[in-house]
Nanobody
């Protein structure tokens, strides 16, 4: 099992910045990609970004140019720097880790951290 713990959410004004952190523990040797998803009230959970074990990120179009993800394999952690935040970025942000398991992929999730952007 893999445990993920997020931190860094909060309330910020539009145009501001926040940095989210996610630390993984447990059986982490099999983790490949990690990333961030978010879920706004009344909406489905959506991808924000993923980052490979080698540190190559892939971003949703809605956050490109504003969000930057990084990964520290030595600390088993992944980060999300969010700049130029907009009210539509308001959501619960979830850390995600993926593990290859036979012919499929296991997903692990953190408990989520609230990000609220006021206009």
């Amino acid at each position: 099992q893999v445990q993920l713990v997020e931190s860094g959410g909060g309330l910020v004004q539009a145009g501001g910045s926040l940095r989210l952190s996610c630390a993984a523990s447990g059986s982490i040797s099999g983790i490949n990609a990690m990333g961030w998803y978010r879920q706004a009230p009344g909406k489905q959970r959506e991808l924000v970004c993923t980052i490979t074990r080698g540190g190559i990120p892939n971003y949703a179009d809605s956050v490109k140019g504003r969000f930057t993800s990084s990964r520290d394999n030595g600390k088993n952690s992944v980060y999300l720097q969010m700049n130029s935040l907009k009210p539509e970025d308001t959501a619960v942000y979830y850390c995600n880790a993926q593990e290859a398991y036979y012919w499929t992929t296991r997903h692990y999730w953190g408990q989520g951290t609230q990000v609220t952007v006021s206009s």
